[in-house]
């Protein structure tokens, strides 16, 4: 493999390089316009330390030194000293238990002179995905045996543990990323048709009225159990069809517990009769799932509304009931953010002038809500760009990844695809209501200094690593 | 680590990468969906959702609609007649309100119940009078005190916003029926002229108000404000670049003199009729006066206005309806003068021709009758005692000109001569919804007579302002102001000129019309006029140092008690003033018109009543006309 041993610049990944670059420039263009209506100071000096744009401006500056810097270091220092550098980030989460500073009700930052403060989450999250790739591509490691999957789940998960302390639950959430990764290196499937179908039910049953969703649920076993009927299976299908309509009719008119009685026995019924065909797996299947499913609607609720506290609540309700919601209260700030969003149409307002994004309507609007001024000024058009640019370079992650001799290297790659994926897909959500308002930002192109040289971190040792793919 | 554990780590590798290579393809696939996902809801929120678009506007930009201030109105002395008064409407838009909002202090403090305030908001949406984005009257025409209490609390109820509006106020109580009143534009008004007209914004409906609406008006203004998450105003939207001030409407100055119209009110306090003064060589109408008027007050824009307007609707004596230009009467003994001008003009009599009258007039075969009088040995004579024999038989000599069976010709030239006079059109005053009055015309006696079957004795009682002819009130005057003028007028009109502004008022209000009669026999006339009242049937409106003119008429009419009508003007030489006064069901003219007048008349030209006169002033203003059936 000695004959193509190049590991300069000249043989780094242009495509991701440039997509990181566009996204950072595109950032930076957001933060400036959301500031630009309070006008800008003259001084040079004052715009460079006194404005977001001007900080942010900084903050491109050392990430670009950043890159440089991973460029230029030897690529075998992370795999060597991956669990040396996931150490020291878990030491800072403790520390800044410690001595951090609480801004906003979270301790999640060290103060650092000059007004500005660094928030060791940011970086936990590239220290975590070093030692996990770190682990994995250890010749003893198989995701099939339990001890593996254990370790690997302990070291994605203690970092969390630390960051809810501060408490932080939306960088914590980022950590969950890592099982996109888990996923690809063979982690066994079942556990996430679970987890999807509770995340479903979950979902379903804070959305709608309980019986209702359990009925659904009753419908589908009918459904299933009757598609596997040996005979009469077309009779039974329009059978069942009558007996959901009028189902649905009867529930609707208040006789609910007379349906439901009704279902129960149908369910049974066709189980019976499925188990002396001997499908006796069938039966046992939809039978207990319908029963499972039917109780963990009832406990979601019941836990919804007993154990989690108001504003807990009011997130959720935020999210899957917004009609529940007070507009000038708890859904203020996505409906704003919504609306700064709709108002762009199109084409957008233009760069620099939009208005909601600069009114203070829109909270958090350089950071976590940055994405609205994109909406706002840009339109459809910007905001499907900006969506596609992240689309570009998850896809292109991947095909990196996949393109990695090592393991340690694809393993890697996967980690930031996944941490970047899930900071895209709630950020962008949630200022559309799509997801549940979670505090993180929009990797390159939210304000914050931690954010950018975090993801920088990430993006330039991966590049690294990526030019380096022959040298093993 | 070894080189030979590399390659033992790259082999276990290789085929641990090649168990799962086909996951990358469900990883990839899942971030596809989760970014078509993305997509889907910014097409959504940015292109579909018309309502988010809506709302987003109006939550960021206001635009605020400047109300321009209406034009005041001036008499001619500019004395202010109407001037604004601010008023505030409790507006709200439907998209802004918050659902679970308390309301409660809100519907304490505008004093209603939450039934009340329920029905305010749910408007019929499918009513294009409504939408749910464009700001509606919640509550019209708040208390100023209420107003200082909402405007504390208002931030605490979004989608509330209070709207300053100017009514109007009026310094006195006089002129109600020629200034008129704004109401509410109707649905009708507003979709006529679309871009001038919002629901909610008031519209001058009758009198000056109504026939200079357009002058009045002026242009409403926009302005557009940008609003920051709490409904604070932080400055003007794009600098201001889509303002548009509020233009004020123009200020009419009137030829009413403001003393005078209160004198004529007061004087007709009690009666029912018109007084209509004209100063003779402008056409400016100097006081109009319909009785029973009312308070403009009280039709003023507030809450009471519409149970107000609806009493004042039933009452018998119609105190809404406007006699002056609306009421078509029979002029009676005023259109003697007339009929005598038309017949020396038609060369078919001369001033100076007698006429024996032995107190009633033989009309075929039955008798007209007179009075008792000396000798009407020529016109003057004649009007000064008002001689109905004279005078049918000079408009019989009229008609007859072309012979006993061709009266056709006779009544068509005299009906010139009447159109000539400003009679049996509109005069086309400067005031919507006058009356054209009634002529004699042939057309007409043919239908009431067919076959031709209509002779001068037929019609003969129009020649003492009975029958067909009927006039209104400022014809009459009108006709004062021709005999003042001794054979021209100015089309009668109320505003003069517009305040600080360039715009003359039309045309046909600055051109003298003339009518076509050899201005020689208006002396005789005129001679007659003055006897009239020196020393005739107007004996009463005699006033000292004043040379008044007149001419008292007493109409038979079917609703009861003849009217008391007179006209004249004064003085003779260089006349001041022409005035018309018709009182209904008043009996003889000289009795209650001509002193009223002749009250109009000096105190318009002196300024006062001499003291030798105020008994009769009293007697006049005490008058009361009404409660005697």
Known sequence: ???????????????????????????????????????????????????????????????????????????????????????????????????????????????????????????????????????????????????????????????????????????????????????????????????????????LGLSFEPLSVILGLFFIGIFILVLNLKNYKWYGMGISLIWILSSIIAFQNGFVLYTFVANIIAVLGLSILQWRSRLERIAVLVTGGVLIGSTLIF?????????????????????????????????????????????????????????????????????????????????????????????????????????????????????????????????????????????????????????????????????????????? | MLPNEHGRINVSIQRMSEIYNGRQYIIRIVFMIAALFLIGKTMHLQIFDQSIKDRARTSAIQKKVLYPSRGLIYDRHGELMIYNDPIYDLMVTYNQLDPDMDTSYLCEILDIEKDQFIENIEKNWKSPRYSKAVPFIFQKK??????????????????????????????????????????????????????????????????????????????????YLLKDNLGRVVGPYLEGALDSMAVSGKNLITGIDQELQRYAESLMQNKLGSIVAIEPATGEILAMVSAPTYNPNLLVVNNKRGKIYQEMQSDSLKPLYNRTVLAKYPPGSLFKPIVGLIGMQEEVWNANQGFGCGGSYLNVNHYMGCHQHEHPRNMQVALQHSCNSYFLALFREIIDKEGYHNPREGLDRFNAYLEAFGLGNPLGMDFNGEKHGNLPTSALYDRMYPNGRWRSPTIISVGIGQGEIELTTPQMANLAAILANRGYYFRPHIVKEFENDTTQIDLKYRTPITIPIDPIHYDPIVDGMERVVSMGTAYKAYTPGITVCGKTGTAENPHGKDHSIFYGFAPKEQPQIAIAVYLENAGFGGTFAAPIASLMIEKYIKGEINPNRKYLEQQMMDADLISVP
């Not at chain 1, 989450?121 to 490691?141: G, H, P, R, V, W």
């Not at chain 1, 209501?433 to 330039?460: D, E, H, N």
């Open chain 1, 299 to 472: 406990t979601t609720n019941y836990a919804f509304n007993n154990f989690l506290r108001p504003h807990q609540q009011d997130r959720i309700n935020v999210w899957l009931n917004p009609e529940k919601c007070d507009p000038q209260g708890s859904l203020y700030n996505v409906l704003q953010s919504k609306l700064a969003i709709g108002s762009g149409g199109i084409q957008g307002k233009g760069f620099l002038e939009g208005t909601m994004t600069k009114l203070n309507y829109v909270p958090e609007q350089v950071t976590d809500f940055i994405f609205c001024t994109v909406g706002e000024e840009q339109g459809f058009i910007g905001s499907f760009l900006v969506i596609i640019l992240f689309l570009a370079l998850l896809q292109r992650l991947v095909t990196v990844a996949e393109r990695q001799r090592s393991a340690f290297a694809r393993q890697y790659a996967y980690g930031v695809a996944g941490i970047i994926f899930i900071h895209f897909f709630i950020n962008i959500g949630m200022t559309m209501s799509l997801m549940p308002i979670i505090g993180i930002p929009l990797p390159f192109i939210s304000y914050g200094g931690s954010s950018l040289m975090g993801f920088t971190l990430m993006i330039g040792v991966l590049l690294k690593l990526d030019a380096n793919r022959y040298a093993i």
């Open chain 1, 1 to 203: 493999m000695s004959r193509r041993r190049q590991s300069g610049i000249e043989s780094v990944d242009w495509i991701i390089f440039s997509l990181y670059l566009s996204l950072v420039g595109v950032g930076w263009c957001m933060i400036y316009s959301v500031g630009y209506g309070d006008g800008y100071p003259s001084s040079r000096i004052d715009f460079l330390t006194q404005t977001s744009v001007g900080k942010q401006t900084i903050f491109v500056g050392l990430s670009l030194v950043i890159m440089l810097f991973t460029l230029v270091i030897d690529w075998k220092f992370w795999r060597t000293f991956a669990y040396l550098v996931y150490g020291a980030a878990m030491a800072s989460l403790v520390g800044v238990l410690i001595i951090g500073k609480n801004i906003k009700g979270a301790t999640s930052w060290y103060a650092l002179p000059g007004g500005f403060s660094l928030q060791p989450s940011e970086f936990a999250k590239f220290a975590t995905c070093l030692a996990i790739a770190a682990f994995l591509s250890t010749y003893s490691t198989n995701l099939r045996f339990s001890r593996s999957q254990f370790i690997s789940i302990g070291i994605i998960l203690f970092p969390p543990a630390l960051i809810l302390l501060q408490p932080d639950a939306g960088s914590a959430l980022i950590f969950f990323s890592f099982f996109i990764l888990l996923f690809r290196e063979g982690m066994p499937v079942f556990p996430y048709i679970i987890a999807f179908a509770l995340g479903s039910i979950f979902i």
């Open chain 2, 142 to 223: 708040i208390p100023t005190e209420t107003y200082a209490k909402l405007q504390e609390s208002l931030y605490e109820y979004p989608g509330f916003s209070i709207q300053l509006r100017v009514i109007r106020g009026y310094p006195d109580t006089i002129g109600a029926h020629l200034l008129g009143y704004i109401s509410e534009v109707n649905r009708k008004q507003i979709d006529n002229n679309k871009d001038i007209y919002a629901l909610g914004d008031y519209i001058g409906s009758t009198g000056l108000e109504g026939t200079y609406e357009e002058y009045l008006r002026g242009k409403k203004g926009m302005e």
